[in-house]
């Protein structure tokens, strides 16, 4: 399984939940869902700049036991978290019909370690 399957996958349950579910977006949203430990499955951009706006998300979803993911760029996660703009992170809380979706992510992810 390659990162750009993964990515894939990852992007499609956003788009799912954003449409069924509930999303959070931003740093500081997906921060708060994360330390409340009712995210469903984080994503971050890679390009994401500087990076210490999202460097703590990655070890506090470790920590809470929360399937992660990084996208390669802002404007994709934004475009599918349905925003006209790019965005840094994006947190599915509810996840509607994409219960599917962010289980294989999750499935992938552990084929991954």
Not at 79 to 85: I, Q, R, W, Y
Request: hydrophobic share 45%.
């Amino acid at each position: 399984m390659t990162s750009k399957e993964l990515s894939e996958k990852a992007l499609e349950a956003v788009e799912i939940a954003r449409n069924t579910g509930k999303i959070k977006k931003g740093a500081n949203e997906v921060t708060k869902v994360i330390e409340r430990g009712i995210a469903k499955l984080v994503l971050i951009a890679e390009n994401t700049n500087p990076p210490e706006i999202v460097m703590h998300l990655e070890p506090l979803a470790k920590e809470k036991n929360i399937p992660f993911v990084k996208i390669g760029t802002r404007e994709e996660l934004g475009t599918a978290a349905g925003l006209s703009v790019a965005t840094t992170a994006v947190a599915i809380v509810n996840e509607g019909e994409a219960k599917e979706a962010i289980k294989s992510v999750a499935k992938l992810l552990q084929l991954e370690k």
